[in-house]
């Protein structure tokens, strides 16, 4: 796999553009794949054309499509992959949501990616990401006054029209037909402070993108508890563990609740009492199970 381009920034935004040269490299292209990236690359469309006269005819034009994989097929015999999915990017030839299928070959450069917002006190990036790269797609920054002693309004106030503006920046950049998870990261309380924030929002302006879309903000898609941790005898803990579960359920979250008296509940108890589904892929995890099996082998 060459890597033609590589435009990384210190908070690790950016983009690199790769090229598969060897038939092996397209194996590699088929696995990277998966239903739900984006994939932008060239290739060609037929196209109906009208003349003056009104008669139609048809030709093939090549241009630059992103798509939302929905299928994927590789042909081992003849190197290639396909690649069928929605147009997520309206251009020239190609409307919002119809269906091309894309043909991968050695020497054809793509692009894959998926979504993310990346944020402190007045400074958020909204990104597209991958396993290989890193697309910024906005910056918002605002300069956040200091609070000061018996006056934070100044504070609050620029600290709300600073998420004000990163709510407009998701809906503007972000095709949630496309996505099927977002994440939203930061240091201390930010992500918490902001997400409350855009969904009182979206509430009280009727937003339907992110209120029909909200479940795409919780990685949960099925939270496994122990009923244990529902007795448990320190107040705190018992409501962190009912906020959690109430908080599964309003973003359409699953929960199932394990008796500490039968033997899943108890292998459970084991694994501190609480597990999840999420709801995209952590192979990072399992790269790390696996080395350490191999250290201890």
Same mark, same amino acid.
């Given at each position: 796999? @060459? &890597?033609?381009?590589?435009?990384?920034?210190?908070?690790?935004?950016?983009?690199?553009? &790769?090229?598969?040269?060897?038939?092996?490299?397209?194996?590699?292209? =088929?696995?990277?794949?998966?239903?739900?990236?984006?994939?932008?690359?060239?290739?060609?469309?037929?196209? !109906?054309?009208?003349?003056?006269?009104?008669?139609?005819?048809?030709?093939?034009?090549?241009?630059?499509?992103?798509?939302?994989?929905?299928?994927?097929?590789?042909? +081992?015999?003849?190197?290639?992959?396909?690649?069928?999915?929605?147009?997520?990017?309206?251009?020239? =030839?190609?409307?919002? *949501?119809? =269906?091309?299928?894309?043909?991968?070959?050695?020497?054809? !450069? %793509?692009?894959?990616?998926?979504?993310?917002?990346?944020?402190?006190?007045?400074?958020?990036?909204?990104?597209?990401?991958?396993?290989?790269?890193?697309?910024? *797609?906005?910056?918002?920054?605002?300069?956040?006054?200091?609070?000061?002693?018996?006056?934070?309004?100044?504070?609050?106030?620029?600290?709300?029209?600073?998420?004000?503006?990163?709510?407009?920046?998701?809906?503007?950049?972000?095709?949630?037909?496309?996505?099927?998870?977002?994440?939203?990261?930061?240091?201390?309380?930010?992500?918490?402070?902001?997400?409350?924030?855009?969904?009182?929002?979206?509430? @009280?302006?009727?937003?339907?993108?992110?209120?029909?879309?909200?479940?795409?903000?919780?990685?949960?898609?099925?939270?496994?508890?122990?009923?244990?941790? %529902?007795?448990?005898?320190?107040?705190?803990?018992? +409501?962190?563990?009912?906020?959690?579960?109430?908080?599964?359920?309003?973003?359409?979250?699953?929960?199932?609740?394990?008796?500490?008296?039968?033997?899943?509940?108890?292998?459970? +108890?084991?694994?501190? *009492?609480?597990?999840?589904? &999420?709801?995209?892929?952590?192979?990072?995890?399992?790269? !790390?199970?696996?080395?350490?099996?191999?250290?201890?082998?």
């Amino acid at each position: 796999m @060459k &890597l033609v381009r590589k435009d990384i920034e210190k908070d690790n935004a950016g983009q690199v553009t &790769l090229v598969p040269e060897e038939p092996e490299d397209m194996w590699h292209t =088929y696995n990277l794949v998966h239903v739900g990236n984006s994939l932008r690359a060239s290739t060609i469309r037929k196209v !109906q054309t009208e003349s003056s006269t009104g008669s139609v005819g048809s030709n093939r034009v090549r241009t630059t499509l992103t798509l939302c994989v929905e299928a994927i097929d590789f042909d +081992s015999q003849a190197c290639q992959l396909r690649v069928k999915g929605t147009n997520i990017q309206e251009n020239e =030839y190609v409307k919002m *949501g119809a =269906y091309h299928t894309m043909e991968l070959d050695p020497n054809h !450069q %793509f692009t894959l990616a998926r979504n993310t917002v990346v944020m402190q006190e007045g400074l958020a990036h909204i990104c597209l990401v991958t396993p290989s790269m890193t697309l910024t *797609g906005a910056k918002v920054e605002v300069n956040i006054p200091r609070k000061r002693k018996g006056n934070c309004c100044q504070h609050d106030q620029t600290l709300e029209r600073f998420y004000e503006q990163v709510v407009q920046a998701i809906q503007h950049h972000i095709n949630f037909d496309v996505v099927k998870c977002f994440l939203v990261a930061s240091p201390g309380f930010v992500r918490e402070q902001f997400c409350n924030y855009m969904f009182q929002q979206a509430v @009280k302006t009727d937003s339907k993108v992110l209120l029909e879309n909200r479940s795409k903000f919780l990685q949960i898609d099925t939270l496994l508890i122990s009923d244990e941790l %529902f007795r448990h005898q320190d107040v705190a803990t018992r +409501s962190r563990y009912v906020r959690l579960v109430d908080s599964v359920k309003e973003n359409a979250g699953t929960v199932r609740i394990f008796s500490s008296l039968l033997v899943s509940g108890e292998q459970l +108890s084991q694994l501190t *009492g609480v597990a999840a589904i &999420l709801r995209f892929p952590v192979p990072e995890l399992s790269d !790390q199970e696996n080395d350490s099996s191999s250290d201890e082998d």
